[in-house]
């Protein structure tokens, strides 16, 4: 079945620091991944749309400037967390359409200290 | 306000009850998913439902999608302590998005 890997699982950074995350589509090609935060206790909250060869659309709140996105290949997109701030402490989970749903990534727990 | 909302928020039960989890709206949906998530890992998709008034069952889960495709419903039978985790349902418009979800505790 449809693969998506997600990589780091966790990652501690400092406070000012930039943190990349990356989501990989292993057995198939995704033109569009979806990039999630889910604070604790709480649901999922679409963030952004990545599309591959084109910019991100960001949700209405989110600050593009300070969570970049890049959908160079159809296999891989990245998230980069900038100047983090322990706020940004949270599960951030990326997806990608397949032909039987949305397969989602194994997340990434981001705490900044 | 949630798209898709979701009740109850919290569910603690004993080992071979039976429960009901709703998922509703006030938008239409193409397409409507369950997922379960248990802590640090992502949702994994449970059913996918596309026809109102469709029924799908798998092993004790049974889900069934409302026929104007607004509100589903996830009932389990004689819950086991391994199907604690986050039922989340989630609705596709333009993308996907997600319900608050329905945190089940199964007590042995």
């Known amino acids: 079945g449809a693969v998506v890997s997600q990589h780091p699982s966790w990652v501690i950074c400092k406070s000012g620091t930039s943190v990349k995350i990356e989501c990989r589509s292993l057995d198939f090609q995704a033109t569009t991944m979806f990039w999630y935060r889910q604070f604790p206790k709480q649901s999922l909250m679409l963030m952004a749309t990545s599309n591959e060869g084109s910019k991100a659309t960001y949700e209405q709140g989110v600050e593009k400037d300070k969570f970049l996105i890049n959908h160079a290949s159809l296999t891989l997109s990245t998230l980069t967390v900038t100047s983090a701030h322990p706020e940004d402490s949270s599960f951030y989970i990326c997806?990608?359409?397949?032909?039987?749903?949305?397969?989602f990534g194994s997340g990434t727990r981001l705490t900044v200290v | 306000t949630q798209l898709l909302e979701q009740s109850p928020q919290f569910l603690s039960i004993q080992e071979g009850e039976n429960l009901t989890v709703y998922c509703n709206s006030s938008s239409v949906f193409s397409s409507l998913q369950w997922y379960r998530q248990e802590p640090g890992e992502g949702p994994v998709l449970l059913v996918t439902v596309v026809t109102g008034g469709e029924v799908k069952k798998l092993k004790r889960l049974t889900f069934q999608f409302g026929d104007a495709r607004k509100d589903s419903s996830l009932h389990i039978t004689a819950a086991q302590p391994g199907d604690t985790g986050l039922y989340l349902c989630a609705g596709e418009v333009y993308d996907m998005r997600f319900g608050a979800g329905t945190r089940l505790t199964v007590k042995p």
């Open positions: 997806s990608a359409t397949t032909g039987y749903g949305y397969t």
